[in-house]
Protein backbone atom coordinates (compact mmCIF):
# COMPACT_ATOMS: atom_id res chain seq x y z
CA UNK A 1 0.00 0.00 0.00
CA UNK A 2 1.25 3.48 -0.48
CA UNK A 3 2.44 5.26 2.19
CA UNK A 4 0.28 7.63 4.58
CA UNK A 5 3.70 9.43 6.08
CA UNK A 6 3.58 12.07 3.23
CA UNK A 7 1.53 14.40 2.22
CA UNK A 8 -0.80 13.64 -0.80
CA UNK A 9 0.16 15.07 -4.31
CA UNK A 10 -2.73 13.20 -6.02
CA UNK A 11 -6.02 13.11 -4.65
CA UNK A 12 -8.98 11.67 -6.47
CA UNK A 13 -12.38 13.18 -5.24
CA UNK A 14 -15.01 10.72 -4.98
CA UNK A 15 -18.81 12.90 -4.83
CA UNK A 16 -21.75 11.28 -4.19
CA UNK A 17 -25.23 12.81 -4.11
CA UNK A 18 -26.69 14.70 -1.52
CA UNK A 19 -26.60 18.45 -0.59
CA UNK A 20 -23.28 18.47 0.14
CA UNK A 21 -21.39 18.72 -2.91
CA UNK A 22 -21.68 22.38 -3.47
CA UNK A 23 -18.82 22.17 -0.32
CA UNK A 24 -17.24 19.69 -2.46
CA UNK A 25 -16.23 22.80 -4.75
CA UNK A 26 -14.37 25.11 -2.08
CA UNK A 27 -12.47 21.78 -1.14
CA UNK A 28 -11.48 21.45 -4.55
CA UNK A 29 -10.17 24.93 -4.78
CA UNK A 30 -8.57 24.85 -1.18
CA UNK A 31 -6.81 21.95 -2.55
CA UNK A 32 -5.83 23.16 -5.45
CA UNK A 33 -4.11 26.13 -3.22
CA UNK A 34 -1.46 23.45 -1.71
CA UNK A 35 -0.33 22.40 -5.23
CA UNK A 36 -2.66 19.18 -4.90
CA UNK A 37 -3.39 17.52 -8.54
CA UNK A 38 -7.15 16.59 -8.10
CA UNK A 39 -9.82 14.82 -10.18
CA UNK A 40 -12.81 14.25 -9.57
CA UNK A 41 -14.85 10.87 -9.86
CA UNK A 42 -18.58 11.66 -9.81
CA UNK A 43 -21.93 9.14 -9.24
CA UNK A 44 -24.92 9.40 -11.00
CA UNK A 45 -26.88 11.04 -8.47
CA UNK A 46 -24.08 13.74 -7.42
CA UNK A 47 -23.93 14.49 -11.21
CA UNK A 48 -27.90 15.70 -10.34
CA UNK A 49 -26.38 18.34 -7.73
CA UNK A 50 -23.38 19.55 -9.42
CA UNK A 51 -22.68 19.51 -13.23
CA UNK A 52 -19.45 17.65 -14.26
CA UNK A 53 -18.73 20.49 -16.25
CA UNK A 54 -18.32 22.60 -12.78
CA UNK A 55 -15.73 20.07 -11.45
CA UNK A 56 -13.83 19.82 -14.91
CA UNK A 57 -13.48 23.77 -14.75
CA UNK A 58 -12.27 23.98 -11.15
CA UNK A 59 -9.67 20.77 -11.50
CA UNK A 60 -8.50 21.32 -15.00
CA UNK A 61 -8.99 17.38 -16.07
CA UNK A 62 -12.31 15.41 -17.53
CA UNK A 63 -14.45 14.46 -14.58
CA UNK A 64 -14.48 10.37 -14.61
CA UNK A 65 -18.67 9.41 -14.20
CA UNK A 66 -18.68 5.81 -15.82
CA UNK A 67 -17.35 2.43 -15.10
CA UNK A 68 -18.24 1.34 -18.92
CA UNK A 69 -17.23 4.43 -20.94
CA UNK A 70 -15.01 3.09 -23.88
CA UNK A 71 -13.32 7.18 -24.41
CA UNK A 72 -12.53 6.80 -20.58
CA UNK A 73 -11.20 3.57 -20.28
CA UNK A 74 -9.23 4.44 -23.32
CA UNK A 75 -7.87 7.81 -21.71
CA UNK A 76 -7.27 6.63 -18.07
CA UNK A 77 -9.21 3.24 -16.87
CA UNK A 78 -9.92 2.51 -13.47
CA UNK A 79 -7.36 0.71 -12.57
CA UNK A 80 -5.00 3.84 -13.87
CA UNK A 81 -6.97 6.08 -11.89
CA UNK A 82 -6.83 4.24 -8.54
CA UNK A 83 -3.08 3.86 -9.47
CA UNK A 84 -2.73 7.70 -9.90
CA UNK A 85 -4.37 8.94 -6.50
CA UNK A 86 -1.91 9.05 -3.64
CA UNK A 87 -5.20 10.00 -1.54
CA UNK A 88 -8.49 8.64 -2.37
CA UNK A 89 -11.40 11.18 -0.67
CA UNK A 90 -14.76 10.74 -0.61
CA UNK A 91 -17.09 14.04 0.55
CA UNK A 92 -19.55 14.02 0.47
CA UNK A 93 -20.21 10.40 1.51
CA UNK A 94 -23.50 9.19 1.18
CA UNK A 95 -25.13 5.94 3.43
CA UNK A 96 -25.60 3.99 0.13
CA UNK A 97 -21.63 4.73 -0.93
CA UNK A 98 -20.49 3.91 2.81
CA UNK A 99 -22.78 0.82 2.47
CA UNK A 100 -21.56 -0.37 -0.61
CA UNK A 101 -17.68 0.34 0.24
CA UNK A 102 -18.07 -1.45 3.68
CA UNK A 103 -19.88 -4.61 1.91
CA UNK A 104 -17.27 -4.44 -1.36
CA UNK A 105 -20.13 -3.67 -3.52
CA UNK A 106 -18.56 -2.68 -6.83
CA UNK A 107 -21.61 -1.58 -8.93
CA UNK A 108 -20.10 1.73 -10.28
CA UNK A 109 -17.08 3.62 -10.94
CA UNK A 110 -16.51 5.15 -7.21
CA UNK A 111 -17.23 2.01 -5.64
CA UNK A 112 -15.05 0.23 -8.07
CA UNK A 113 -12.51 2.49 -7.32
CA UNK A 114 -12.30 1.86 -3.66
CA UNK A 115 -11.77 -2.08 -4.29
CA UNK A 116 -9.00 -0.71 -6.59
CA UNK A 117 -7.29 1.58 -4.51
CA UNK A 118 -4.02 1.37 -2.80
CA UNK A 119 -3.55 4.45 -0.83
CA UNK A 120 -5.32 5.61 2.26
CA UNK A 121 -8.39 6.56 2.09
CA UNK A 122 -10.37 8.90 3.92
CA UNK A 123 -14.19 9.90 3.98
CA UNK A 124 -16.14 13.33 4.84
CA UNK A 125 -20.46 11.45 5.33
CA UNK A 126 -22.98 13.67 5.24
CA UNK A 127 -26.45 12.43 5.41
CA UNK A 128 -29.64 12.86 7.83
CA UNK A 129 -29.13 12.76 11.70
CA UNK A 130 -31.64 9.69 11.88
CA UNK A 131 -29.92 7.79 9.08
CA UNK A 132 -26.46 8.88 10.52
CA UNK A 133 -27.87 7.31 14.33
CA UNK A 134 -29.35 4.02 12.46
CA UNK A 135 -27.52 1.37 13.68
CA UNK A 136 -26.91 0.09 10.52
CA UNK A 137 -25.12 2.73 8.95
CA UNK A 138 -23.15 2.84 12.40
CA UNK A 139 -22.14 -0.52 11.71
CA UNK A 140 -21.13 -0.02 8.10
CA UNK A 141 -18.66 3.26 9.43
CA UNK A 142 -17.37 1.06 11.91
CA UNK A 143 -16.35 -1.65 9.35
CA UNK A 144 -14.77 1.02 7.08
CA UNK A 145 -12.35 2.13 10.51
CA UNK A 146 -11.38 -1.08 10.76
CA UNK A 147 -10.48 -1.42 6.89
CA UNK A 148 -8.47 1.09 7.33
CA UNK A 149 -10.60 4.29 6.46
CA UNK A 150 -10.11 7.33 7.76
CA UNK A 151 -13.86 8.97 8.70
CA UNK A 152 -13.60 12.65 8.64
CA UNK A 153 -17.18 14.48 10.46
CA UNK A 154 -19.60 14.28 10.48
CA UNK A 155 -20.52 17.97 11.97
CA UNK A 156 -23.57 18.35 14.47
CA UNK A 157 -25.74 21.29 13.38
CA UNK A 158 -28.33 22.35 11.40
CA UNK A 159 -29.58 20.46 8.33
CA UNK A 160 -30.60 21.15 4.87
CA UNK A 161 -33.65 19.34 5.97
CA UNK A 162 -34.34 21.43 8.58
CA UNK A 163 -33.37 18.99 11.26
CA UNK A 164 -30.66 19.33 13.91
CA UNK A 165 -27.87 16.65 14.51
CA UNK A 166 -24.68 14.75 13.61
CA UNK A 167 -24.59 14.61 9.81
CA UNK A 168 -23.72 17.58 8.06
CA UNK A 169 -20.26 17.11 6.10
CA UNK A 170 -17.49 18.69 7.99
CA UNK A 171 -16.03 22.06 5.86
CA UNK A 172 -13.86 21.83 3.44
CA UNK A 173 -11.19 23.81 5.68
CA UNK A 174 -11.51 20.94 8.50
CA UNK A 175 -11.23 18.19 5.84
CA UNK A 176 -8.06 19.68 3.86
CA UNK A 177 -6.71 20.68 7.13
CA UNK A 178 -7.16 16.50 8.14
CA UNK A 179 -5.88 15.42 5.33
CA UNK A 180 -2.53 17.88 4.91
CA UNK A 181 -1.44 18.07 8.69
CA UNK A 182 1.64 16.52 10.13
CA UNK A 183 -0.73 16.25 13.33
CA UNK A 184 -2.17 13.16 12.18
CA UNK A 185 0.68 11.59 11.76
CA UNK A 186 1.67 12.08 15.53
CA UNK A 187 4.01 9.12 15.49
CA UNK A 188 6.08 9.48 12.48
CA UNK A 189 9.51 7.96 13.05
CA UNK A 190 8.43 5.77 16.12
CA UNK A 191 8.76 2.27 16.61
CA UNK A 192 6.20 0.77 17.93
CA UNK A 193 6.08 -2.95 19.23
CA UNK A 194 2.48 -4.30 20.39
CA UNK A 195 1.41 -7.62 21.79
CA UNK A 196 -2.18 -8.68 21.23
CA UNK A 197 -4.59 -11.84 21.44
CA UNK A 198 -4.25 -14.30 23.77
CA UNK A 199 -1.73 -17.15 24.23
CA UNK A 200 -2.39 -20.54 24.22
CA UNK A 201 -0.57 -23.25 26.71
CA UNK A 202 -0.65 -26.65 25.61
CA UNK A 203 -1.73 -29.47 27.87
CA UNK A 204 -1.59 -32.30 24.97
CA UNK A 205 -1.34 -32.21 20.92
CA UNK A 206 -4.94 -31.33 20.81
CA UNK A 207 -5.65 -29.27 23.86
CA UNK A 208 -4.78 -25.99 25.44
CA UNK A 209 -5.17 -23.36 28.51
CA UNK A 210 -6.36 -19.95 26.60
CA UNK A 211 -8.59 -16.94 27.27
CA UNK A 212 -11.28 -14.84 25.26
CA UNK A 213 -8.68 -12.28 23.80
CA UNK A 214 -9.81 -12.07 19.92
CA UNK A 215 -6.75 -9.53 19.15
CA UNK A 216 -8.94 -6.59 18.06
CA UNK A 217 -7.98 -4.32 20.63
CA UNK A 218 -3.91 -5.02 19.70
CA UNK A 219 -4.55 -4.99 15.86
CA UNK A 220 -6.66 -1.54 16.25
CA UNK A 221 -3.25 0.25 18.02
CA UNK A 222 -1.57 -1.69 15.30
CA UNK A 223 -3.42 -0.01 12.80
CA UNK A 224 -4.09 3.39 14.22
CA UNK A 225 0.15 3.68 15.13
CA UNK A 226 0.61 2.88 11.27
CA UNK A 227 -1.65 5.84 10.01
CA UNK A 228 -0.43 7.48 12.74
CA UNK A 229 3.18 6.96 10.78
CA UNK A 230 4.87 4.43 13.28
CA UNK A 231 6.98 2.30 12.07
CA UNK A 232 5.43 -1.11 13.76
CA UNK A 233 5.47 -4.69 14.79
CA UNK A 234 2.93 -6.63 15.98
CA UNK A 235 3.07 -10.37 17.92
CA UNK A 236 0.10 -11.42 18.47
CA UNK A 237 -1.00 -14.96 19.83
CA UNK A 238 -3.44 -16.56 17.92
CA UNK A 239 -6.56 -14.67 16.33
CA UNK A 240 -8.78 -14.93 13.45
CA UNK A 241 -7.71 -11.27 12.07
CA UNK A 242 -5.98 -10.25 9.00
CA UNK A 243 -3.00 -8.40 9.78
CA UNK A 244 -3.12 -4.47 9.25
CA UNK A 245 -0.89 -3.74 6.04
CA UNK A 246 2.82 -2.24 6.62
CA UNK A 247 2.68 -3.98 10.01
CA UNK A 248 4.85 -6.41 10.08
CA UNK A 249 3.51 -9.19 12.01
CA UNK A 250 4.98 -12.24 14.02
CA UNK A 251 2.82 -14.97 14.76
CA UNK A 252 3.01 -16.89 18.17
CA UNK A 253 1.04 -19.44 20.13
CA UNK A 254 2.15 -19.52 24.23
CA UNK A 255 3.05 -17.33 26.32
CA UNK A 256 7.23 -18.08 26.07
CA UNK A 257 7.21 -18.31 22.60
CA UNK A 258 5.60 -14.54 22.93
CA UNK A 259 8.11 -13.28 25.20
CA UNK A 260 11.28 -15.05 23.23
CA UNK A 261 9.93 -13.13 20.18
CA UNK A 262 9.65 -9.53 22.24
CA UNK A 263 12.07 -9.40 25.27
CA UNK A 264 15.40 -9.62 22.98
CA UNK A 265 13.84 -7.00 20.57
CA UNK A 266 12.06 -4.23 22.91
CA UNK A 267 15.09 -2.11 23.68
CA UNK A 268 15.07 -1.14 19.41
CA UNK A 269 11.85 0.08 20.09
CA UNK A 270 10.51 3.36 21.52
CA UNK A 271 6.86 2.46 22.55
CA UNK A 272 5.64 -1.21 23.88
CA UNK A 273 2.68 -1.57 24.05
CA UNK A 274 1.12 -5.08 25.88
CA UNK A 275 -2.41 -5.69 24.69
CA UNK A 276 -2.43 -9.47 24.96
CA UNK A 277 -3.60 -11.08 27.48
CA UNK A 278 -0.73 -13.55 28.32
CA UNK A 279 -1.82 -16.61 30.01
CA UNK A 280 -0.20 -16.29 33.33
CA UNK A 281 0.21 -20.44 33.95
CA UNK A 282 0.74 -23.27 32.00
CA UNK A 283 0.67 -27.14 31.99
CA UNK A 284 4.02 -28.34 34.26
CA UNK A 285 4.20 -31.24 31.68
CA UNK A 286 2.66 -31.10 28.12
CA UNK A 287 2.19 -34.83 27.17
CA UNK A 288 3.64 -35.79 23.35
CA UNK A 289 0.72 -38.19 22.99
CA UNK A 290 -3.04 -37.13 23.30
CA UNK A 291 -4.37 -37.67 26.91
CA UNK A 292 -7.09 -40.42 27.27
CA UNK A 293 -9.34 -40.61 28.66
CA UNK A 294 -8.72 -43.38 31.23
CA UNK A 295 -5.32 -41.59 31.92
CA UNK A 296 -6.72 -38.14 32.67
CA UNK A 297 -5.25 -36.99 35.74
CA UNK A 298 -8.20 -34.94 37.89
CA UNK A 299 -5.96 -31.82 38.19
CA UNK A 300 -3.24 -30.62 35.96
CA UNK A 301 -0.66 -29.06 37.88
CA UNK A 302 0.63 -25.30 36.49
CA UNK A 303 3.56 -23.47 36.60
CA UNK A 304 3.83 -20.08 36.08
CA UNK A 305 4.73 -18.24 32.39
CA UNK A 306 7.01 -14.84 32.37
CA UNK A 307 6.07 -11.96 32.90
CA UNK A 308 7.03 -10.30 29.60
CA UNK A 309 5.61 -6.66 30.15
CA UNK A 310 7.82 -6.58 33.64
CA UNK A 311 10.68 -7.84 31.89
CA UNK A 312 10.58 -5.34 28.96
CA UNK A 313 10.36 -2.56 31.93
CA UNK A 314 13.56 -3.68 32.79
CA UNK A 315 15.38 -3.76 29.96
CA UNK A 316 18.34 -1.21 29.16
CA UNK A 317 17.76 1.16 27.08
CA UNK A 318 14.37 0.84 27.93
CA UNK A 319 10.92 1.48 25.53
CA UNK A 320 8.19 3.61 26.93
CA UNK A 321 6.20 0.92 28.59
CA UNK A 322 1.93 0.44 27.68
CA UNK A 323 0.22 -1.83 29.64
CA UNK A 324 -3.20 -2.88 29.83
CA UNK A 325 -5.21 -3.99 32.83
CA UNK A 326 -8.23 -6.30 32.10
CA UNK A 327 -10.58 -6.36 35.72
CA UNK A 328 -14.06 -7.63 36.41
CA UNK A 329 -13.96 -5.14 39.68
CA UNK A 330 -12.13 -2.37 42.10
CA UNK A 331 -10.68 -1.28 38.06
CA UNK A 332 -8.33 1.30 39.85
CA UNK A 333 -6.94 0.10 42.62
CA UNK A 334 -5.66 -3.36 40.60
CA UNK A 335 -4.55 -1.22 37.50
CA UNK A 336 -2.44 1.19 40.04
CA UNK A 337 -1.54 -1.71 41.47
CA UNK A 338 0.14 -2.95 38.28
CA UNK A 339 1.43 -0.02 37.15
CA UNK A 340 3.85 -0.29 40.30
CA UNK A 341 4.65 -3.38 40.29
CA UNK A 342 5.47 -3.92 36.89
CA UNK A 343 7.25 -0.57 36.44
CA UNK A 344 4.92 0.45 33.99
CA UNK A 345 4.66 4.09 32.60
CA UNK A 346 1.48 4.02 31.71
CA UNK A 347 -1.28 1.60 32.17
CA UNK A 348 -4.87 1.51 30.26
CA UNK A 349 -7.37 -0.50 32.30
CA UNK A 350 -10.54 -2.22 31.01
CA UNK A 351 -13.70 -3.57 32.33
CA UNK A 352 -14.37 -7.28 31.03
CA UNK A 353 -17.11 -9.50 31.27
CA UNK A 354 -19.38 -7.45 31.02
CA UNK A 355 -22.02 -7.59 28.12
CA UNK A 356 -20.38 -4.36 26.05
CA UNK A 357 -16.27 -3.99 25.51
CA UNK A 358 -13.44 -6.13 26.81
CA UNK A 359 -12.83 -9.21 25.02
CA UNK A 360 -13.90 -9.97 22.13
CA UNK A 361 -16.07 -7.19 21.01
CA UNK A 362 -15.57 -4.52 18.34
CA UNK A 363 -15.96 -1.77 21.52
CA UNK A 364 -14.45 -0.83 24.82
CA UNK A 365 -13.87 1.78 27.13
CA UNK A 366 -10.42 2.53 29.25
CA UNK A 367 -9.26 4.52 32.13
CA UNK A 368 -6.19 5.27 31.54
CA UNK A 369 -3.36 5.70 34.92
CA UNK A 370 0.00 7.13 35.02
CA UNK A 371 1.78 7.87 38.32
CA UNK A 372 0.29 11.19 38.92
CA UNK A 373 -2.73 11.31 36.32
CA UNK A 374 -5.52 9.67 34.82
CA UNK A 375 -7.67 10.23 31.43
CA UNK A 376 -11.21 8.38 30.62
CA UNK A 377 -11.82 7.49 27.32
CA UNK A 378 -15.95 6.37 26.64
CA UNK A 379 -16.98 3.34 25.29
CA UNK A 380 -16.57 3.86 21.77
CA UNK A 381 -15.32 1.46 18.72
CA UNK A 382 -11.81 -0.24 19.22
CA UNK A 383 -9.99 1.64 16.13
CA UNK A 384 -11.59 5.11 17.64
CA UNK A 385 -10.24 4.12 21.09
CA UNK A 386 -6.93 3.07 20.00
CA UNK A 387 -6.20 6.24 18.27
CA UNK A 388 -7.52 7.91 21.06
CA UNK A 389 -4.89 6.12 23.52
CA UNK A 390 -2.34 6.57 20.80
CA UNK A 391 -2.54 10.23 20.67
CA UNK A 392 -2.28 10.31 24.60
CA UNK A 393 0.89 8.20 24.32
CA UNK A 394 2.39 10.26 21.88
CA UNK A 395 1.82 13.17 24.24
CA UNK A 396 3.65 11.78 26.80
CA UNK A 397 6.43 10.58 24.98
CA UNK A 398 7.00 14.19 24.16
CA UNK A 399 6.74 15.35 27.62
O1 LIG B 1 -8.23 -9.01 22.34
P1 LIG B 1 -9.60 -8.40 22.55
O2 LIG B 1 -10.71 -9.40 22.42
O3 LIG B 1 -9.81 -7.18 21.71
O4 LIG B 1 -9.68 -7.91 24.09
C1 LIG B 1 -8.85 -6.87 24.51
C2 LIG B 1 -8.25 -7.15 25.89
C3 LIG B 1 -9.35 -7.15 26.94
C4 LIG B 1 -7.50 -8.50 25.88
C5 LIG B 1 -7.20 -6.01 26.16
O5 LIG B 1 -7.85 -4.78 26.14
C6 LIG B 1 -6.49 -6.21 27.48
O6 LIG B 1 -6.95 -5.81 28.54
N1 LIG B 1 -5.28 -6.85 27.45
C7 LIG B 1 -4.53 -7.25 28.64
C8 LIG B 1 -5.16 -8.44 29.26
C9 LIG B 1 -4.38 -8.93 30.44
O7 LIG B 1 -3.75 -9.95 30.34
O8 LIG B 1 -4.38 -8.17 31.48
P2 LIG B 1 -3.60 -8.52 32.85
O9 LIG B 1 -4.20 -7.58 33.79
O10 LIG B 1 -3.68 -9.98 33.13
O11 LIG B 1 -2.09 -8.18 32.51
C10 LIG B 1 -1.54 -6.88 32.75
C11 LIG B 1 -0.45 -6.55 31.74
O12 LIG B 1 0.63 -7.49 31.87
C12 LIG B 1 -0.92 -6.65 30.30
O13 LIG B 1 -0.31 -5.60 29.58
C13 LIG B 1 -0.37 -8.00 29.83
O14 LIG B 1 -0.10 -8.00 28.42
C14 LIG B 1 0.91 -8.10 30.63
N2 LIG B 1 1.32 -9.47 30.93
C15 LIG B 1 0.54 -10.29 31.72
C16 LIG B 1 0.99 -11.55 32.06
C17 LIG B 1 2.25 -11.98 31.56
N3 LIG B 1 2.70 -13.19 31.85
N4 LIG B 1 2.99 -11.18 30.79
C18 LIG B 1 2.55 -9.94 30.46
O15 LIG B 1 3.22 -9.20 29.73
Not at 340 to 353: E, T, Y
Amino acid sequence: MKSNNTSPQNILLGVSGGIACYKSCALIRLLKQHHIDVRVVLTEAASHFVTPLTFQALTGHPVHQHLLDADEENAMGHIRLAKWADQLLIAPATSNIIAKFSHGIADDLLSTLYLAADCPISIAPAMNQAMWKKPVCQENIQRLRQQGVTIIGPENGQQACGDTGPGRMAEPEQICQQLLSPANRYLNGKKILISAGPTREAIDPVRYISNRSSGKMGYALAQAAEKAGAEVTLVSGPTHLAPPEQVRLIAVESAEQMANAIIPIASQFDVYIGAAAVADYRPVLVEDRKIKKQGINTSIELTQNPDIIAAVAKLTPRPFVVGFAAETHDLENYARNKLRDKNLDVIAANIVGQSRGGFDSNENALRVFWTDGQQTFAMTDKCHLADQLLQLIATKLNE
